[in-house]
T-cell receptor, first 111, second 114 residues
Framework: QKEVEQNSGPLSVPEGAIASLNCTYS??????FFWYRQYSGKSPELIMS????GDKEDGRFTAQLNKASQYVSLLIRDSQPSDSATYLC???????????FGTGTRLQVTL | DAGITQSPRHKVTETGTPVTLRCHQT?????MYWYRQDPGHGLRLIHY???????DKGEVSDGYSVSRSKTEDFLLTLESATSSQTSVYFC?????????????FGPGTRLTVT
């Protein structure tokens, strides 16, 4: 089992819809979770961080964390073509004391 | 890119030659990291630094060395480049320690070893 797992996609959603991106992790002793957006040929850009169970909203983005089920998700409301990118989930694995990245989910927002 | 620059941005080199990549930050952050990104593997940590002259290995450190003589600069050296080190290399910085450290990435260096 990978330490941080994401569906590679592509996830295709129409413009204006909600995109839902999911990430699971293996280490129960994990306390911090991050979502990065990466456009093709560019560097990862931090868009959300979440440390507590529940939802955290920032503009059109909502991060959801469920530590009991060991998953974290990212919702993008009113998806725009400019949201088309690869989204990386990163988890600070407490047992190993390291930040580990998933391989990313490619999102395509269609017109 | 949060005040982070990397040089060079692109480099082609031959197998067996030494290569040094530079990361420079203007944020005065204590922690600096070098990652490589390859298809199917995601981002993998090579080395990191937690202060001037304080460095440690990551998960894929074989064939790489680092140095940090100033807060703002973190150098990654490939002692003798191999084709398996063809990759995109990212530098990252963070201000805080351990689980609350949000990392910010530089623009990357695309390295090709022929």
């Amino acid at each position: 089992q990978k330490e941080v797992e994401q569906n590679s996609g592509p996830l295709s959603v129409p413009e204006g819809a909600i995109a839902s991106l999911n990430c699971t992790y293996s280490d129960r002793v994990s306390q911090s979770f991050f979502w990065y957006r990466q456009y093709s040929g560019k560097s990862p850009e931090l868009i959300m961080s979440i440390y507590s169970n529940g939802d955290k909203e920032d503009g059109r983005f909502t991060a959801q964390l469920n530590k009991a089920s060991q998953y974290v998700s990212l919702l993008i409301r009113d998806s725009q073509p400019s949201d088309s990118a690869t989204y990386l989930c990163a988890v600070f694995l407490g047992t190993a004391s390291k930040l580990t990245f998933g391989t990313g989910t490619r999102l395509q927002v269609t017109l | 890119d949060a005040g982070i620059t990397q040089s060079p941005r692109h480099k082609v080199t031959e197998t067996g030659t030494p290569v040094t990549l530079r990361c420079h930050q203007t944020e005065n952050h204590r922690y600096m990291y070098w990652y490589r990104q390859d298809p199917g593997h995601g981002l993998r940590l090579i080395h990191y630094s937690y202060g001037v002259k304080d460095t440690d290995k990551g998960e894929v450190s074989d064939g790489y060395s680092v140095s940090r003589s100033k807060t703002e600069d973190f150098l990654l050296t490939l002692e003798s480049a191999t084709s398996s080190q063809t990759s995109v290399y990212f530098c990252a910085i963070s201000e805080r320690q351990r689980e609350f450290h949000e990392q910010y990435f530089g623009p990357g260096t695309r390295l090709t070893v022929t």
